[in-house]
Structures are given as structure tokens and as C-alpha cells.
């Protein structure tokens, strides 16, 4: 369910999903969103009041947070958990500078061209859910949901709330037995929120000569690539034996784990 703040952007609730046993995941108590940099302090009041927040997760680089930091909010747990290597993504030397990313509406046009570019687009979910350093931070992320306090509110970020928040979201919700399907189209819904960015800057690669290959990197780096994600759950069920033993072996949820999980967020 989209939520409107003032300014926080891309933010859904993901009560009313329905879970394991056909129970539905209650409603103001997981919360994704883009960063909370920009909140305003009635943003900051809804969050208090309405979700009862304990505990904000952020998915971003060090740089990011750094740059853009979160609003700090009295009683909040903030815990930065950065999914990217960025170390390692500059020692494969990929073609996009992380400062790049900081305003990547300005370049990305110029990078799409470059068949790195285009390929490093391809790879993302693959190299996110293969990534030991990733897995581990996915990891601590739901380590920390079962240690949060029992009746506290969620909230995970990264910047625009989209790619490294919906595999947050995706490894969360299949603990919780919402199916696939659902899953998918959550993870589809942040096109919603960056359609007229997606647009304006495919029409900039038009003007350019491009093509396909140059709007699949605008898609999947100022949208989201719906069709990779589907793809990279495909090599989850190929490569690990599916999300049920991904979550096990990979993420390190027990059996309890996953069932206190549901206890909590399930009505």
C-alpha cells in the first residue's frame, strides 16, 4: 500500500499483504521507503505516532549516508547496513564512480552508451544475491527484526527506496509466506514512483540515437528491472536450492526465527 509523506519518497506499507496460512501482514508495522534525509517533522510525527518506529534500516554506502544523511529521530535505533562492496566494486574497476551516483539523473544518459554500463546493469541482482559481503548484511538486517522490540515499527531504506530496499522487502516478505507473485509486483511498484524520471531521460536517449540496450540501463538504474528481478529469483531456485533455503543457509533465519517473524507482523 503506497503511503504519501510529505517528503519521503517511495514509501509503502506492506500491511495487508497476505502471508503464510492466509493471515495478512499488519498494516503500520513494516514500512519501505527512499531516504529520510528530506523528512519533514510532520513525516517524523507520522512515523512516531502511526508506526510506532523503533528501528530504521539503511542500505546505502557509507559515501551515501555521509552525503545525505538520515533525519535523526529521538528512540530510533538507526543502523547503516551498506549491501554494496563499495571497495571491491572499485577494485573490479566498474565504469560508474560512486560520486556519480549522488546525481545519476545527470549521467546517466552518458554512461547507458557504455556497453560496461550495460552490462553492470545486467548484474546487479545477480552480484547483490551472490555477494557474500550483501548476504551478510541481508543477513543482520533480519537478525535485528527478531531482536526488535515486539510491538516497534520497521523502516528500511536505501536511496530512492528501490533495488537494494525491494530485495530487503523480497527477503522479508517470503520469511513472513507471501507468495511470489505478491512479492513481485511490491518490487514492481517503485516504477510507479520513478515513471515520469524514466521517461524524460528515455526520450534524452532517443534524442541520442540510442535504443533498447541504452533504456534498459535507465530502467534498471532510475526504475527497476522487473523482468531481472523475476530472472535473479529464477537463479535463487537454480543456485541455492530456492528462497526457503536461501533464507536458512544464506541469511541464517531459523526455523523459530521465521515463526516468531510471523507471530509478530501476521494478523
Known amino acids: 500500500m503506497t ?13 495487508g499483504m497476505t502471508g503464510a496460512g492466509g493471515r495478512t501482514v499488519r498494516p503500520h508495522r513494516l514500512l519501505r521507503t527512499a531516504h529520510l534525509h528530506d523528512a519533514t517533522d510532520a513525516d517524523v510525527a507520522r512515523l512516531r505516532d502511526e508506526y510506532n518506529l523503533c528501528r530504521v534500516f539503511d542500505f546505502r554506502s557509507l559515501n551515501e549516508f555521509e552525503v545525505v544523511p538520515d533525519r535523526e529521530m529521538e528512540g530510533v535505533q538507526h543502523h547503516l ?48 544475491i551472490r555477494s557474500e559481503f550483501s548476504q551478510l548484511q541481508y543477513a543482520a538486517f533480519l537478525r535485528l527484526i527478531v531482536e526488535a522490540p515486539e510491538d516497534g515499527g520497521i523502516l528500511w531504506h536505501c536511496a530512492q527506496g528501490k533495488d537494494r530496499t525491494g530485495w530487503g522487502a523480497a527477503f522479508l516478505l517470503s520469511a513472513l509466506g507471501v507468495d511470489r507473485e505478491a512479492i513481485i509486483e511490491d518490487f514492481d511498484r ?49 543456485e541455492f536450492g530456492g528462497m526457503t533455503e536461501y533464507l536458512h543457509s544464506i541469511l541464517m533465519l531459523t526455523h523459530d526465527d521465521i515463526q516468531l517473524l510471523r507471530r509478530r507482523f501476521l494478523n
Open 81 to 128: 547496513l551498506p549491501t554494496i562492496d563499495m571497495r571491491a566494486e572499485q577494485d573490479t574497476g566498474k565504469p560508474i564512480p560512486e560520486e556519480a551516483f549522488f546525481e545519476l539523473d545527470r549521467h546517466i544518459v552518458n554512461y547507458s552508451f557504455y556497453p560496461e554500463v550495460q552490462q553492470m546493469a545486467a548484474n546487479m541482482y545477480p552480484s547483490l
Open 190 to 238: 517503485s516504477n510507479d514512483a520513478y515513471r515520469e524520471v524514466v521517461a524524460r531521460l528515455n526520450n534524452d536517449i532517443i534524442a541520442r540515437g540510442g535504443g533498447e540496450p541504452e533504456m534498459e540501463v535507465i530502467q534498471a538504474f532510475m526504475g527497476v528491472s522487473t523482468s531481472n528481478f523475476i530472472r535473479t529469483l529464477g537463479l535463487i531456485d537454480r
Open 3 to 15: 503511503v504519501l509523506f510529505e517528503n519521503i519518497a517511495n514509501a509503502r506499507d506492506m500491511g
